[in-house]
C-alpha cells in the first residue's frame, strides 16, 4: 500500500533534502510516495542493482551479508532520517549489503537521475553528499582497524566510543549483543564478557539491547589495557 501523503515535510527531516527549497521537495515527494515497510522486509539485497537511492524517513534499517560459509556480517545498522547506501547508487553499481527493517520502516525510493540531476543543478548537494561520502570511508577505515584489534575488549571498547555521538549516553546495539558480535566478528558470550569487563571498570553499564556509558575515559582506558 502507498501511503497519501504527498507533502515534503518528511523530506525536510533528511539533511540532503533539507538543503532544498520547499517547491522542489514538494515535487520530488509527489512523484516518490512514501512506502510503509513492515520489519522483517528486505529493501535492498545484496548484488542488486542499485537503481534508487533509499530514503529512511522513518524507522531502522539494519545493513549485512552472508559469507560463503553462510555466516552473518552485519556491517551496522541506520536510523532515518537518513539515505542509504549513496556510493552504489553513484557508482552505478550494485547493492554491497543487504538491507532489511529492523522495526517499521518509511522509505521514498528515488532513481538514480533524480540524485544525479541534484548533485549537478546544486553545489551545496554535492558538497554535502561529497562530506558524507569522505565521512563513511573514514568510518569504514575504522572498522577494519578495529576489526584487526586481537583483543575483544579493545573492540567493543572502540566500538561504543565510536558510537557516542548522540545527544546522551544510551547506545542502542545493533541486534542486541548478538548483532554487536556479528558487526565486530565476535560471538555474542565474547561481546558478554567483554562488556563485564567494561562493567568492572566503571566504564559502561548495561541494559537489555543497550549500553549506557558512564565515564567515556575509562571505556577508551579500559580498551588500552584489557586483555
Known amino acids: 500500500m502507498i501511503l497519501a501523503r504527498v507533502d515534503g515535510d518528511g523530506l525536510a527531516a533528511v539533511p540532503l533534502f533539507a538543503l532544498l527549497d520547499e517547491p522542489r521537495r514538494e515535487r520530488i515527494a509527489r512523484r516518490h510516495p512514501l512506502r510503509p515497510v513492515p520489519a522483517g522486509q528486505v529493501v535492498a539485497r545484496f548484488g542488486e542493482p542499485a537503481r534508487n537511492l533509499i530514503v529512511l524517513e522513518r524507522g531502522t534499517l539494519t545493513a549485512g551479508c552472508h ?3 553462510g555466516s552473518l556480517v552485519r556491517f551496522g545498522t541506520v536510523t532515518g532520517p537518513s539515505l542509504i547506501d549513496k556510493a552504489s547508487v553513484l557508482d552505478g553499481g550494485r547493492h554491497t549489503a543487504t538491507w532489511t527493517a529492523a522495526r517499521v520502516c518509511r522509505i521514498r525510493l528515488l532513481p538514480t ?11 551545496v548537494v554535492r558538497d554535502h553528499v561529497l562530506r558524507q561520502i569522505a565521512a563513511q570511508v573514514n568510518r569504514d577505515r575504522r572498522a577494519r582497524t578495529r576489526a584487526a584489534a586481537p583483543r575483544p575488549v579493545a573492540r567493543v571498547a572502540d566500538w ?17 549483543q548478538q548483532g554487536l558480535g556479528e ?24 541494559e537489555p539491547g543497550a549500553v549506557v556509558v558512564l565515564d567515556p575515559s575509562r571505556l577508551a582506558a579500559a580498551g588500552a589495557w584489557a586483555p
Do not use: F, W
Open 67 to 69: 559469507t560463503v560459509d
Open 113 to 123: 537521475e533524480v540524485l544525479r540531476e541534484l548533485l549537478h543543478e546544486l553545489p
Open 160 to 176: 561504543l566510543a565510536e558510537a557516542l555521538t548522540g545527544p546522551g549516553p544510551r547506545i542502542a546495539l545493533p541486534g542486541g
Open 183 to 206: 558487526e565486530l566478528g565476535l560471538s555474542r558470550v565474547t561481546v558478554n564478557r567483554a562488556l563485564r569487563v567494561l562493567v568492572q571498570a566503571g566504564a559502561v553499564r548495561t
